[in-house]
């Protein structure tokens, strides 16, 4: 699954050093209808955390939304951004701090940025242990509606204006995590465009992808074994 999700590939064509490709999909299904992929990003997640001494859940988040084309067998649910030129679907995302996906909802590119706003709070808020209290978001997601949607929950939204006079691109502060992570969606080529005929199917593709990510720097992070090995001398220090 991660071969599909980093190349790009079609199901079909998994190289034949991997398991049947129907078996892998039938995998990928009964996973999705179970929530195993997001649950394990979500105990990797806390873990990581951990690791870094922080608490297992986050106070703060960030909130943002990324627009891509569709292919054509991208029917169901689909829309045009036309903002952003976007044939296809609108993924909107919930981070924490260190940019680690905390949830994530997958619309047609035509609604509002603001609309599933309130839907990916409540589906993230709705488990327990959750700890949130202030989300951090961009000017679109405005207005006494939506401000009381996240009142429900107890969470205070803080919109992060761009700074009066300036041009061109200009690194927004807090905001900048969260277009890191959808930075980071497009080096899976399967995410770089639509290529799911079902929403929830794109759903799994980004965990699978944010997946990628977070096992990838959990293992950057760690301790190789040369270096774990008792009694090892300091290799020689540079000059």
């Known amino acids: 699954m991660?071969?599909?999700?980093?190349?790009?590939?079609?199901?079909?064509?998994?190289p034949r050093d991997f398991p049947w490709w129907r078996a892998v999909y039938d995998f990928f299904r009964r996973w999705r209808a179970h929530g195993y992929v997001r649950?394990?990003?979500q105990w990797l997640r806390r873990?990581?955390?951990?690791a870094r001494g922080r608490s297992a859940e986050p106070t703060a988040g960030i909130?943002?939304?990324?627009?891509?084309?569709?292919?054509?067998?991208?029917?169901?649910s689909r829309g045009f951004d036309g903002n952003k030129k976007r044939d296809g679907r609108k993924r909107s995302i919930l981070t924490d701090t260190c940019g680690d996906l905390l949830e994530v909802i997958v619309t047609p590119a035509d609604v509002h940025d603001s609309k599933p706003a309130p839907a990916l709070l409540d589906r993230?808020?709705?488990e327990p242990g959750r700890l949130l209290k202030v989300v951090w978001v961009d000017s679109v997601y405005q207005g006494q509606p939506l401000a009381d949607a996240f009142a429900r929950h107890g969470v205070r939204v803080e919109v992060v204006q761009r700074p009066h006079g300036t041009h061109g691109f200009t690194v927004l502060a807090r905001r900048w995590v969260v277009e890191r992570t959808l930075g980071q969606f497009l080096r899976a080529?399967?995410?770089?465009?639509?290529?799911?005929?079902?929403?929830?199917?794109?759903?799994?593709?980004?965990?699978w992808a944010?997946?990628?990510t977070l096992t990838r720097r959990i293992a950057g992070e760690r301790r190789h074994w040369p270096d774990l090995r008792p009694g090892r001398r300091p290799g020689p220090q540079p000059a």
């Open 2 to 14: 991660r071969y599909v999700v980093d190349n790009g590939a079609k199901w079909c064509a998994v």
């Open 210 to 212: 944010g997946l990628i």
């Open 39 to 41: 649950e394990l990003y």
């Open 47 to 50: 873990a990581n955390r951990v």
């Open 124 to 126: 993230y808020m709705d």
């Open 63 to 76: 909130i943002d939304a990324q627009s891509v084309d569709g292919a054509d067998i991208v029917v169901m």
């Open 189 to 207: 080529r399967r995410l770089n465009r639509d290529h799911e005929r079902r929403p929830d199917h794109h759903e799994q593709m980004v965990w």
